[in-house]
């Protein structure tokens, strides 16, 4: 199992570009969440999953999108990229919820210039 | 909404002495905390979680406290070497949709 994929690694934008930050499992888990994790501030929530075709937001949602036609795949795209969304963007997936353990991917560093 | 709050920030011990990070919630019904390590370049790893109806837990050299009347948890680790350098994030849970997580401890382990 290769577990939580991540791409790209690392990305440069320039702001008002916009991007899809990729992500997939293939542990056939119902829940998928994206964080961003910026220093001093830890990982905050901005979407998150509980099945195909659900999605929900976070704490941090506003800037971003996301969908989730697959159990495999939660992408999540930058409309309108802005400097303040610079950071780390993990993707985690987990059997069916919060309460059970996260499964993190390598993380995406996004640089918004 | 749920909030965690996590002491100290950064934390240096001498190998083989014991270190603890402390954290607190805001919301009484949550009912679930993980504990989870990031190590440079990595994404997050739960090592140690506790659920609402028991008051520790242990693993080998690591250990979680939950006091739930003060809404606050604990990471204990004993012995601590050189490998136990790292970022740990607390978290906590209410129902099974949202995990809202700490704002992390930089372990840093002194040979």
């Known amino acids: 199992n290769a577990g939580v994929t991540q791409t790209p690694k690392f990305q440069v934008l320039k702001t008002g570009q916009s991007m899809t930050l990729q992500c997939a499992q293939d542990?056939?888990?119902?829940?998928m969440s994206w964080y961003r994790q910026d220093p001093g501030m830890g990982l905050r929530l901005i979407h998150y999953s509980v099945g195909a075709g659900i999605t929900d937001q976070g704490e941090v949602p506003n800037g971003y999108n996301v969908s989730r036609s697959t159990t495999e795949d939660f992408p999540l795209r930058l409309l309108s990229a802005a400097p303040s969304q610079t950071s780390v963007y993990f993707c985690?997936?987990?059997?069916?919820?919060?309460?059970?353990?996260?499964?993190f991917g390598p993380g995406t560093r996004l640089t918004v210039t | 909404g749920e909030n965690v709050e996590q002491h100290p920030s950064t934390l240096s011990v001498q190998e083989g002495d014991s270190a603890v990070i402390k954290c607190t919630y805001s919301?009484?019904?949550?009912?679930?905390f993980p504990w989870y390590k990031q190590e440079l370049g990595k994404g997050p790893q739960l090592i140690i979680d506790?659920?609402?109806?028991?008051g520790e837990k242990k693993d080998q050299r690591i250990a979680v406290t939950l006091n739930k009347t003060a809404k606050h948890f604990s990471l204990h680790i004993t012995e601590t070497q050189p490998e136990d350098s790292a970022v740990y994030f607390c978290?906590?849970?209410?129902?099974?949709?949202?995990?809202?997580f700490g704002t992390g401890t930089r372990l840093t382990i002194i040979p």
């Open positions: 919301d009484s019904a949550s009912n679930y």
């Open positions: 506790i659920r609402s109806n028991v």
């Open positions: 542990m056939n888990h119902e829940y």
């Open positions: 978290a906590a849970a209410f129902g099974n949709e949202k995990l809202t």
């Open positions: 985690a997936s987990s059997l069916t919820g919060g309460r059970y353990e996260q499964y």
